[in-house]
C-alpha cells in the first residue's frame, strides 16, 4: 500500500500458560491496551505533529482553496485489523489515489482487535480506526463516534471440533472454548450459545488474543473456539474435517445485525470535521469500486499487501460482509436503515448483557454522524 504500514501485532504468548492465565468463565474484563513499542508511538506521535501542523497551516476549506488543488496534505494515522472486512474500501481508496485527491496521506496501522483500536485513540497514537461488531458496546457508551458506516459483515463464527464431540451448538456444554472478550468473537458466542438455550457459565471460557486460537485448536487445548475472518480459514485449512462451523453471522441474520465501523473520538470529531468528510469522500470513492464483484481479485491484491499474506487468503475472505456502494450507502442512510442497523445491534447487545438496559436506550443519533456521510456524499 501506499500508506506506511506498521505492525501492532500482539506478542503471542505460550498457549497452555495463556489458558492457565485465563482462567475459565466469564471473567475477560474487555480492557485492552495498546500493542505498541515507542518507535512506534515515537512515530504516530510525529504523524500527529505532522497533522496538527498541516492543519493550522491550511485552515477551513471555507478559507482557503481544497487541501488537493493547494498540494497542502493532511496525515491521518488509520487503525485497521488484517482481513478484507477491515481493508477492502480503505485500502482500494489509497490505492486508486483517492485519499491523495482528498490532501489526505494516510499512515496505516495494523492492530488485532477494536478494542485495543480505541485504546490508542484515546491516547492519541491513532486518528481513525475500523472496527468489527463487538467494539461498538464502546461507542454507545460513547468513547467514540462513528462517522462512516462500511458493511453488515459476516466474517464471525463457532468452530468445534468433531474429534472432542462438538458437532452442534448444543455440544458446547461443559467444554473449553476460546473467545477474545469486548470483540465480535465474545457477540457471536453469547449468540450462539443463547441459540442452543445455554449461557457462558455452561462452558469453561477461556478469554485469549484471537492469534493463540488457531494454535490451541491445533494442539487440542481447546474444543472449540469462536474467530473471526481470516483466522476461521486458517483453523480449517489445518483441521480439515475435524473442524465443524457450528454458526456464522448469517445464522442470526433473522436477529441480528452486525455492523462494521468507521470510528474515532468525540474530541476529533468536534476538532477535525473537515478531515473526516474528506477521508469518508475519499473512503466512499473505495467503496464504489471495490464492491463491484468484477473488482474483488484486484482489492484482494492490495488487501494481500497491507497484511502481508498471500492473495488466495485475501479472496477466501469476499463473502465475509455485505459490501456496499456508496449510492446504496446514502439512500439507506436517508431512508433510516443504517439507523436501524445500529438499533437493531445496540439491542442485542441489551439482550446478550453486553449493555445494561440504560445504555441500551442510547439513541442512535449520539454516536453515529450521519451528517458526515451525507456531507461526504454530495
Not at 449468540?191 to 449461557?199: H, K, N, V
Not at 474435517?241 to 454458526?247: E, G, H, M, N, R
Amino acid at each position: 500500500m501506499k500508506g506506511k504500514v506498521l505492525s501492532l501485532l500482539m506478542a503471542t504468548t505460550m498457549v497452555i500458560g495463556l489458558l492457565a492465565g485465563c482462567g475459565g468463565g466469564n471473567s475477560g474484563s474487555g480492557e485492552t491496551t495498546p500493542a505498541a513499542d515507542d518507535t512506534t508511538a515515537a512515530e504516530t506521535e510525529a504523524a500527529g505533529d505532522d497533522t496538527a501542523e498541516a492543519e493550522t497551516e491550511a485552515g477551513s476549506e471555507s478559507d482557503t482553496e481544497a487541501p488537493a488543488a493547494s498540494g497542502e496534505t493532511t496525515t491521518v494515522n488509520v487503525a485497521f485489523m488484517p482481513n478484507y472486512a477491515s481493508l477492502w474500501a480503505v485500502a482500494t481508496a489509497d490505492e486508486k489515489g483517492y485519499f491523495a485527491e482528498e490532501g489526505i496521506d494516510v499512515n496505516m496501522v495494523m492492530f488485532q482487535d477494536g478494542p485495543t483500536e480505541i485504546a490508542s485513540m484515546e491516547s492519541g497514537s491513532i486518528d481513525v480506526a475500523y472496527i468489527g461488531p463487538g467494539a461498538h458496546t464502546l461507542a454507545i457508551q460513547g468513547n467514540v463516534d462513528v462517522f462512516c458506516f462500511q458493511h453488515l459483515g459476516n466474517g464471525d463464527s463457532v468452530v468445534g471440533l468433531a474429534s472432542h464431540g462438538v458437532n452442534a451448538l448444543e455440544d458446547l456444554a461443559g467444554k473449553t472454548v476460546g473467545y477474545s472478550s469486548g470483540t465480535s468473537s465474545e457477540t457471536i458466542l453469547r449468540r450462539a450459545l443463547s441459540s442452543a438455550g445455554l449461557t457462558m457459565d455452561d462452558i469453561e471460557a477461556y478469554d485469549m488474543d484471537i492469534s493463540n486460537m488457531i494454535s490451541a485448536m491445533v494442539s487440542g487445548s481447546l474444543d472449540a473456539c469462536a474467530p473471526w475472518s481470516p483466522s476461521t480459514n486458517t483453523i480449517l485449512e489445518e483441521l480439515g474435517d475435524d473442524a465443524q462451523v457450528l454458526c456464522t453471522n448469517v445464522t442470526f441474520s433473522d436477529q441480528a445485525a452486525d455492523c462494521g465501523s468507521w470510528v474515532c473520538t468525540p474530541s476529533y470529531a468536534e476538532e477535525n470535521r473537515d478531515i473526516l468528510v474528506r477521508f469518508t469522500r475519499a473512503l466512499l470513492k473505495g467503496m464504489d469500486y471495490g464492491s463491484q464483484e468484477a473488482n474483488y481479485d484486484e482489492v484482494a491484491g492490495y488487501v494481500a499487501t497491507a497484511c502481508g499474506t498471500d492473495k488466495d487468503s485475501a479472496l477466501a475472505q469476499t463473502g465475509d460482509g455485505a459490501w456496499l456502494d456508496s449510492a446504496t450507502l446514502l439512500q439507506y442512510v436517508e431512508d433510516g436503515t443504517i439507523e436501524g442497523y445500529y438499533a437493531t445491534q445496540e439491542a442485542n447487545f441489551v439482550a446478550d448483557g453486553k449493555l445494561t438496559e440504560e445504555e441500551g436506550q442510547t439513541p442512535v443519533s449520539d454516536f453515529v454522524l450521519f451528517d458526515i456521510m451525507t456531507e461526504a456524499g454530495q
